[in-house]
């Protein structure tokens, strides 16, 4: 069973002035040995965090600025280039252009001094089978003539031939 | 703990009040309380140290771990600490009060808390306990006790009124400081206003004064009381859950019965226990909350809680606004 019980409430001096004695040493102690030492490590992080937080912003914006910066730089790449291959096509059709009519100048040229060439021959050939002709003839009519046609008159028979061959030509 | 407390208990007798009152030890005029005083001191001193260097800024070798706390416990103080510096304290008292202040209310709550966790150790049953198995036997009056270690110090009012006096003085030394001792009579009378306002309201400030000069002494008084009674409650309660298997068996109940209530008991008291553990940091808190409060009381009105209206400055490490 319980019994009456000592009075909890009853002051005693010695621990009341104990109490007062011990914490403000303990209160003395941790003022100058731990409080300081703790604020000054949460300050010291808490700079830290914030500076680097500051660091990171202005980074953040540097980059920005940065990236900014390139994709304008991207852009009138982009755009120059636009423009360089669009003067490259412009100046390729005018090289096409220019070559092929060169080769179409030219392809007249050699067809025209072909032609004339082929005329040239016409003409040498013909002129040589027409003397040869000539000859023929005057040989044959020699020898139905039964005599001897000097080269006097050969020359002249050939040149009256020619020349009816030409009157007849034209 | 409880269970070993229990045990214990058994053994020491059956009035829980007379084991929670402070003794002296055999017959010095030491009391236990004033060994729990200075060992608690100490070993507050030699934890938060321990924590301070861990909290502390490393070399600079150390890299940016230097700014990383070491330890589960430096971890616990830092967020103790920083909440309620950040949460607690200057909304109430404003950062300039808060910084003056914080050494003075930091050390009264680890201090009050480490006392009120000694309390829930049963140091002093465990050394009876080993003099019970030593044979040693001591003729002891009674309020005597051979432990020279333990007990719950902030339940005797000898010590929580110890500690209400140093507040009590802090509270008193920041309103002459702050108001001066015309702006101190002056807030005994109600205020600056009331002072210098209309004649009428003059009838008034007699009741006033009374009514605040008493209140200067019993809001301290008030601080001793709650913290004794929280602590005297709460451990006889614990005692008295522990007892009742002792209260079975002198009942002369069988031993089933006894055997029953003794674990029924048992899983309570460690149940309170825990509640205690709440209780004792909860008690700490207050004490040291109202001392800020009063100290606040005592400024000028314009600053306390109205400095930061957020309560605190940017604060990296816990941002909690």
Sequence with gaps: MLIASADPLAFNLLPFITTIVVFTIVMGALSIYVWPKIQKGLDERNEKILHEIASAEAARVAASAKQKEFEQKLSEALEQSAVMIREAKAEAVRLGEEIRAKNEAELTARARRAGEEIENARRTAVAELESHAATLAISIAGRILQREINPSDQKRMVEESLAGMSSKRN | MSVLSSSMILA???????????????????????????????????????????????????????????????????????????????????????????????????????????????????????????????????????????????????????????????????????????????????????????????????????????????????????????????????????????????????????????????????????LEVFVALLQAFIFMFLTAVFISLMSHEEEAGQEDPHGSQPQATHATH
């Design chain 2, 12 to 274: 020491s007798g059956d009035d829980p009040v007379a084991h929670i009152v402070d003794k002296a030890i055999f017959d010095s005029p030491v009391m236990l309380s004033m060994v729990t005083l200075m060992v608690c001191a100490g070993v507050v001193f030699y934890l938060l140290l321990r924590a301070a260097r861990s909290i502390s800024t490393g070399p600079e070798s150390m890299g940016n771990k230097r700014y990383i706390p070491t330890g589960s416990f430096a971890s616990v103080v830092e967020v103790i600490i920083v909440y309620l510096r950040d949460e607690m304290l200057v909304p109430v008292m404003g950062k300039r009060l808060t910084k003056r202040y914080l050494s003075f209310l930091l050390s009264m709550f680890f201090f009050i808390l480490a006392l009120n966790i000694v309390g829930l150790v049963p140091f002093v049953d465990i050394q009876d306990a080993i003099y019970g198995l030593m044979g040693k036997k001591f003729d002891l009056k009674e309020h005597q006790t051979a432990a020279v270690f333990g007990g719950a110090a902030t339940a005797s009012i000898s010590v929580t009124g110890g500690l209400a006096l140093v507040a009590f003085i802090v509270i008193q030394a920041q309103g002459f400081r702050e108001l001066g001792i015309k702006g101190w009579l002056e807030h005994l009378c109600g205020g600056h206003e009331l002072v210098h306002g209309s004649i009428f309201l003059w009838l008034v400030i007699p009741i006033i004064f009374v009514v605040e000069f008493f209140g200067l002494f019993v809001k301290p008084a008030a601080l001793a009381i709650r913290l004794f009674a929280n602590m005297v409650a709460g451990h006889t309660l614990l005692i008295t859950v522990t007892m009742f298997g002792a209260m079975a068996m002198k009942a002369g109940l069988g031993t089933l019965a006894v055997g029953a209530i003794t674990l029924v008991s048992g899983i309570g008291a460690i149940l309170i226990t825990f």
